[in-house]
């Protein structure tokens, strides 16, 4: 039998998710994390080498200069380094963020129909990534009053937004959809600067230390992104032209409402989570006639854990490879 996970006690946590499933054991893990780590550990800042649009720069520059050091997921570069002891660095994000990141790459992982041999439609690992997106907006309206943890949820939808598993969240076939999951997780950032502002938090030396990056999630609204950093002088992570970018591609029609009035819908859950359905959903899908989860997974998935078939490689949005057994 499983032994039961340390974090047994926050699978009642938060009534959003179906019991058993995937999703409700990732998120129970994050929540055990960050309280085992402490509020200090947990938003600590760490290093990041580089993010994935700089890769081809970087290569160009190791052929230049074969002796600059390479990324190599941290053991001998800055990445997952505290920032403290880098103070040079800018390319930062909090424990508690990357944490949320990776509980959403797990989420991912069991919407992934073809790992388990299930059949549905062309666009389901696409509304699968969407809803765990969503997913992020109901985390960050549950931490209402938490300024800190609501920055570690939109760091969270950041460092998603930039990994491939937003990818085919963008192409499905209900593109305002998304669109409209877009802009609300964009106004939702704006509004968090307003907070962050009205308490004076928004200086080059906020204990925010990644503004610049974390402004990816409101890619919609790049002019308001452009008047914060510009008024409170906060460096923007990207391109060497961002600022550049931005306005050539706002200038001309400019930024939407700030809010409007938006459909009525259902966000996140665990509709497409393969270890929330029955037996019976499963069998009828898989190519077999079979359940895939065998006694012993379903049995952890009960008591709070994500069972794999096998480890796998997680690539984090820095180019650096990280291997993860989580068998």
């Given amino acids: 039998m499983p032994k039961y996970p340390q974090w047994t006690e926050y699978l009642t946590t938060s009534k959003r998710w179906a019991t058993p499933s995937g999703s409700r054991n990732a998120d129970a893990e994050y929540r055990y994390a960050k309280v085992s780590k402490g509020e200090d550990k947990a938003y600590e800042y760490i290093c990041i080498c580089h993010l994935r649009w700089e890769e ?20 001998t570069c800055v990445c997952q380094k505290p920032a403290a002891e880098h103070p040079e660095h800018k390319m930062l994000t909090t424990n508690a963020g990357f944490d949320k990141f ?3 790459r797990t989420m991912i992982y069991v919407r992934n129909a073809d790992m388990f041999s299930l059949h549905f439609y062309n666009d389901y690992r696409g ?8 997913s992020l907006i109901l985390d960050y309206a549950e931490n209402e009053g938490d300024l800190k943890e609501q920055w570690a949820v939109i760091e969270g939808m950041a460092w998603f937004l930039l990994d491939e598993s937003s990818f085919e969240m963008r192409t499905i076939d209900d593109g305002p959809r998304v669109d409209q ?15 962050l502002q009205s ?25 308001y992104i452009l008047a914060y950093a510009r008024k409170h002088d906060i460096l923007l ?39 929330a359905m029955t037996p019976a959903e499963r069998k009828a899908r898989h190519f077999d006639g079979k359940d895939p989860l065998g006694p012993k997974e379903l049995e952890a998935i009960k008591i709070g854990l994500v069972p794999r078939r096998r480890s796998f490689w997680l690539c984090c949005f820095v180019g650096c490879l990280i291997y993860v057994s989580l068998c």
């Fill in 199 to 223: 308490q004076n938090l928004l200086t080059p030396t906020s204990e925010y230390k990644d503004l610049g990056f974390s402004s990816a999630v409101a890619n919609h609204f790049g002019n």
């Fill in 181 to 195: 999951t877009l802009q609300l997780a964009g106004r939702l950032f704006l509004s968090h600067l307003a907070k």
């Fill in 237 to 275: 992570v990207g391109p060497a032209d961002i600022d550049e970018v931005h306005e050539k591609k706002y200038a001309a029609k400019g930024d939407g409402p700030l809010w409007r009035k938006g459909k009525k819908g259902t966000l996140g859950g665990d509709k497409y989570d393969v270890m």
């Fill in 102 to 104: 990776l509980a959403r």
């Fill in 127 to 134: 509304y699968g990534a969407l809803e765990v997106f969503e």
């Fill in 56 to 75: 081809d720069e970087e290569e160009e520059e190791d052929d230049e200069n074969p002796n600059k050091p390479k990324c190599d997921g941290g053991k």
